[in-house]
């Protein structure tokens, strides 16, 4: 890790997201909201309410960013509202195609999991569609388990879909 939080690599860098970030994490994340029966959400992001995530979320924000783009996001936040759940987050992660495989999902999970336990979170949840299995090896890969579905929860494109919730413990208890 640099002293601007950001760490090297072969083929990018990971580092904290930035307020000019937004325009291309919206574009990102509002493709693959387009796209994919990944999230089950229509709703697309403004650049605006990204640059609001971003300035909330100066901890807890990061992009892989390669050959001068944004190739993803990593982002955590709260699991639910109130004191008792102050210790469990939840993340998400969107990669362009073009950077999936090369080992920058793996950076971006492994800079958040490392984050949120230095900031004395005690569980990560991940809330993945059941169309998307990669998804679920992806996390299992990273040490998270599934403890939960939900049939049929979310309905997007006319499908009905489960929701897989997976979650990793970060501190002992």
């Given at each position: 890790?640099?002293?601007?939080?950001?760490?090297?690599?072969?083929?990018?860098v990971?580092?904290?997201?930035?307020?000019?970030?937004?325009?291309?994490?919206?574009?990102?994340?509002?493709?693959?909201?387009?796209?994919?029966?990944?999230?089950?959400?229509?709703?697309?992001?403004?650049?605006e309410?990204?640059?609001?995530?971003?300035?909330?979320?100066?901890?807890?924000?990061?992009?892989?960013?390669?050959?001068?783009?944004?190739?993803?996001?990593?982002?955590?936040?709260?699991?639910?509202?109130?004191?008792?759940?102050?210790?469990?987050?939840?993340?998400?992660?969107?990669?362009?195609?073009?950077?999936?495989?090369?080992?920058?999902?793996?950076?971006?999970?492994?800079?958040?999991?490392?984050?949120?336990?230095?900031g004395?979170?005690?569980?990560?949840?991940a809330?993945?569609?059941?169309?998307?299995?990669?998804a679920?090896?992806?996390?299992?890969?990273?040490?998270?388990?599934?403890?939960?579905?939900?049939?049929?929860?979310?309905?997007?494109?006319?499908?009905?879909?489960?929701?897989?919730?997976?979650?990793?413990?970060?501190?002992?208890?």
């Open positions: 890790m640099q002293e601007n939080g950001s760490a090297a690599r072969k083929d990018g990971i580092r904290p997201a930035l307020a000019q970030d937004a325009a291309a994490v919206a574009a990102l994340w509002n493709g693959m909201i387009r796209g994919s029966l990944s999230t089950f959400t229509t709703d697309e992001k403004t650049r309410e990204i640059a609001a995530l971003i300035a909330a979320r100066t901890d807890a924000f990061w992009v892989a960013e390669g050959d001068g783009a944004v190739l993803g996001f990593v982002t955590y936040g709260s699991f639910r509202g109130g004191p008792g759940y102050a210790a469990t987050v939840e993340h998400s992660i969107v990669l362009s195609e073009t950077a999936q495989g090369r080992g920058l999902g793996r950076d971006l999970m492994t800079q958040a999991i490392e984050a949120a336990t230095a004395g979170r005690h569980i990560m949840v809330a993945i569609s059941s169309a998307n299995p990669g679920v090896a992806f996390h299992e890969k990273l040490g998270f388990a599934q403890v939960g579905r939900m049939p049929e929860v979310g309905r997007k494109h006319g499908q009905w879909l489960d929701l897989i919730l997976m979650q990793k413990t970060l501190t002992a208890s």
